[in-house]
C-alpha cells in the first residue's frame, strides 16, 4: 500500500475585508478542486475565519497525519516568520502524531512578476476614453504592504528591481501603505522629482482588502491634487492560474525539503526579460583582486554551477 501524499495547507494573513477573505477561501477551494488527490484546507493567522487551528482540525478529521504548509504570503515577515511556525508547533501540541513541513513564501518569482507586468499593461491599455501609454513614458510605483521587518521591505524592492529589469518601463519606484517609508504620497512626489509625468501605481497584494482599497484612495487623492500629472491604477495580482501553479511549486519544495533560497529569480536557471542568453551558462570561479598565488582568501563566489 503506497502512502498517501502529504497534505497541503494553506495559511493566510487575514483580513478585515469579507471581499479579500472569500477572495483567499475560493483560492483554497480551487486548489482543492484542481488537486482532488490531495487533501487541501486554508486558514488565517488573524482577523478573518477560519484560524488556521481549524483548518489543522479538519485535515485531521480527514485522516490527515503529514502535511505540508505554504504560507500564501509575498514576503516572508512577521507572519511567515514567527506567527505561522508558532501555530503549527501549538497544533502539533494538540494533534499528537502528526507531522508537518513548512514551505517558504511566494516571493518574487518570475510568474508573479509576469502577472504584474500584465496588470500594468491592462492600466496602460487604452480604455473608458483614455490613451494607451508607452511603457518607455511610463514610471511604476509599487506599493507593498509595509512592515516592520526590514528584510520583508527589502524583498519588495527587490520585486521592483526585477519588474523593472528587461521590460522597458521608465523606471519602478517603491512605497508602502503601512508601516514603513516612503508612503504612497512620498512615493508618488519622488516618481515626480525623478521626472515622471506619467505614473501607474501597481499594488503588490493577492488579493482585494482593506490595504489596497487604501493604496487606491491615497492615489487618487494625490491624483486629484497634481492634475499635471496623469496617474492610474493598477490591479492587485489575483486568483490567477500562475499563482495556483506556484503554490504547488512551494508545496513541492516543501515535501522535498527542497527549500532553495534566491534561485527563483537567478539569471542562470530562469529566463528573465534582457538576460535570456544567460539561462545554464557554466559558471566560472571569479578571482578577487587580492588574491594572489600566495594568498587564497577561499571565498570564491562562482566555484559552484549554477545547475539547480
Known amino acids: 500500500m503506497t502512502t498517501p501524499p502529504p497534505a497541503l495547507l494553506i495559511a493566510g494573513h487575514g483580513t478585515r475585508d469579507e471581499a479579500g477573505a472569500e477572495a483567499f477561501r475560493d483560492f483554497v477551494r480551487e486548489l482543492g478542486a484542481r488537486h482532488p488527490e490531495l487533501p487541501v484546507a486554508g486558514g488565517f493567522i488573524e482577523l478573518s475565519p477560519p484560524?488556521?487551528?481549524?483548518?489543522?482540525?479538519?485535515?485531521?478529521?480527514?485522516?490527515?497525519?503529514?502535511?505540508?504548509?505554504?504560507?500564501?504570503?509575498?514576503?516572508?515577515?512577521?507572519?511567515?516568520?514567527?506567527?505561522?511556525?508558532?501555530?503549527?508547533?501549538?497544533?502539533?501540541?494538540?494533534?499528537?502524531?502528526?507531522?508537518?513541513?513548512?514551505?517558504?513564501?511566494?516571493?518574487?518569482?518570475p510568474a508573479l512578476l509576469n502577472v504584474l507586468e500584465r496588470r500594468l499593461d491592462e492600466a496602460l491599455d487604452a480604455t473608458g476614453g483614455r490613451t494607451a501609454l508607452d511603457r518607455a513614458d511610463v514610471t511604476v510605483l509599487l506599493v507593498g504592504r509595509g512592515s516592520t521587518d526590514p528584510d520583508a521591505n527589502a524583498e519588495v524592492y527587490k520585486a521592483a528591481r526585477l519588474l523593472w529589469e528587461g521590460r522597458g518601463y521608465a523606471g519602478v519606484e517603491t512605497a508602502f501603505v503601512s508601516l514603513a517609508a516612503p508612503d504612497v504620497p512620498s512615493g508618488l512626489d519622488r516618481?515626480?522629482?525623478?521626472?515622471?509625468?506619467?505614473?501607474?501605481?501597481?499594488?503588490?497584494?493577492?488579493?482585494?482588502?482593506?490595504?489596497?482599497?487604501?493604496?487606491?484612495?491615497?492615489?487618487?487623492?494625490?491624483a486629484a491634487a497634481h492634475?499635471?500629472?496623469?496617474?492610474?491604477?493598477?490591479?492587485?495580482?489575483?486568483?490567477?492560474?500562475?499563482?495556483?501553479?506556484?503554490?504547488?511549486?512551494?508545496?513541492?519544495?516543501?515535501?522535498?525539503?527542497?527549500?532553495?533560497?534566491?534561485?527563483?529569480?537567478?539569471?542562470?536557471?530562469?529566463?528573465?526579460?534582457?538576460?535570456?542568453?544567460?539561462?545554464?551558462?557554466?559558471?566560472?570561479?571569479?578571482f578577487h583582486p587580492d588574491d594572489d598565488d600566495h594568498h587564497h582568501h577561499g571565498h570564491h563566489h562562482g566555484a559552484h554551477t549554477h545547475a539547480h
Open 51 to 109: 484560524p488556521l487551528g481549524d483548518a489543522v482540525t479538519e485535515l485531521v478529521e480527514r485522516g490527515v497525519r503529514r502535511f505540508a504548509a505554504v504560507p500564501l504570503m509575498l514576503v516572508s515577515a512577521g507572519h511567515a516568520k514567527g506567527d505561522i511556525p508558532a501555530a503549527l508547533s501549538r497544533e502539533k501540541e494538540r494533534h499528537p502524531g502528526i507531522s508537518y513541513t513548512y514551505g517558504r513564501p511566494l516571493g518574487p518569482h
Open 191 to 222: 516618481c515626480v522629482a525623478l521626472g515622471a509625468r506619467r505614473i501607474v501605481v501597481l499594488p503588490y497584494f493577492l488579493f482585494t482588502g482593506i490595504l489596497p482599497d487604501r493604496v487606491r484612495q491615497q492615489t487618487e487623492g494625490w
Open 227 to 286: 492634475p499635471e500629472v496623469e496617474v492610474r491604477s493598477a490591479d492587485v495580482i489575483g486568483p490567477e492560474p500562475e499563482l495556483l501553479d506556484l503554490v504547488m511549486e512551494r508545496y513541492a519544495e516543501a515535501v522535498k525539503g527542497d527549500l532553495r533560497m534566491n534561485c527563483d529569480s537567478c539569471v542562470y536557471r530562469i529566463a528573465l526579460p534582457g538576460f535570456e542568453d544567460k539561462v545554464g551558462l557554466p559558471q566560472q570561479p571569479h
